[in-house]
């Protein structure tokens, strides 16, 4: 991991194209965006200068600063007082922080397509739907695996709708953030919830599922 960090810094041209792909998931605002792609302009550690970073930008001077800090609240980049060659004490940018949660955005990633490759999850949708889903179903299904869905929560909503006989993603969506809001997050969690359901429907016989949409 070391040493991608250290591919990352000797060609910083890189990076832009992972922050904007993954600014969102990152914390930053697009202003901050801005900032952060001219300071790996200017290298992995720079003089902190908000007044030079104003005059290349166009930016206030006290809204550069203002974000500058955001940033190193964030975590994003760290700000440190160190002597300079000639001795004195300036204060200096450096992107090491950036780097770091970079490459753990890219590990989370390359985890989450090995599941997704090993689990094929495009392929059951396609079987229980018994068609080709579209580029933008795919979009969607990769969307809530970047929210954090569980493989197995997503599968349970899916065995939801085809039991209810809705083919539609906005159906599973609705589900899946049904069971958020009531805070299941695993299938046992679902299980759980249909037993207490049958508990307290005991004078109705052979209920297994339920509209979870429509539950009060």
């Known amino acids: 991991?070391?040493?991608?960090?250290?591919?990352?810094?000797?060609?910083?041209?890189?990076?832009?194209?992972?922050?904007?792909?993954?600014?969102?998931?990152?914390?930053?605002?697009?202003?901050?965006?801005?900032?952060?792609?001219?300071?790996?302009?200017?290298?992995?550690?720079?003089i902190y200068n908000?007044?030079?970073?104003?005059?290349?930008?166009?930016?206030?001077?006290?809204?550069?600063?203002?974000?500058?800090?955001?940033?190193?609240?964030?975590?994003?980049?760290?700000?440190?007082?160190?002597?300079?060659s000639d001795g004195k004490r300036e204060e200096y940018i450096s992107l090491d922080l950036l780097y770091k949660k970079i490459m753990g955005i890219i590990l989370d990633n390359n985890n989450e397509?090995?599941?997704?490759d090993n689990s094929d999850i495009y392929s059951i949708?396609?079987?229980?739907?018994g068609r080709t889903i579209s580029p933008m179903e795919c979009e969607?299904?990769?969307g809530w695996i970047d929210d954090k869905f569980?493989?197995?929560?997503?599968?349970?909503?899916?065995?939801?709708?085809?039991?209810n006989g809705a083919n539609s993603l906005r159906y599973i969506e609705k589900i899946l953030y049904d069971w958020r809001k009531k805070g299941y997050k695993t299938?046992?969690?679902?299980?759980?919830?249909?037993?207490?359901y049958r508990e307290s429907k005991k004078d109705v016989k052979?209920?297994?599922h339920y509209d979870w949409l429509n539950d009060d």
């Open 50 to 84: 908000p007044e030079d970073i104003s005059l290349s930008i166009g930016m206030d001077k006290y809204k550069v600063m203002e974000l500058l800090n955001n940033l190193n609240e964030k975590k994003i980049i760290s700000i440190s007082v160190e002597k300079n």
């Open 187 to 196: 299938k046992e969690d679902v299980i759980n919830a249909k037993t207490k």
């Open 140 to 142: 969607i299904i990769k």
């Open 206 to 208: 052979d209920i297994f």
């Open 150 to 163: 569980s493989f197995e929560l997503i599968l349970e909503g899916l065995k939801e709708a085809i039991y």
């Open 1 to 46: 991991m070391e040493e991608v960090e250290n591919l990352l810094r000797e060609r910083p041209i890189v990076l832009p194209r992972y922050l904007f792909n993954y600014y969102f998931r990152l914390g930053i605002t697009s202003e901050e965006l801005i900032i952060l792609i001219l300071i790996i302009d200017k290298g992995n550690k720079i």
């Open 113 to 116: 397509e090995k599941t997704l």
């Open 125 to 129: 949708f396609e079987k229980e739907f």
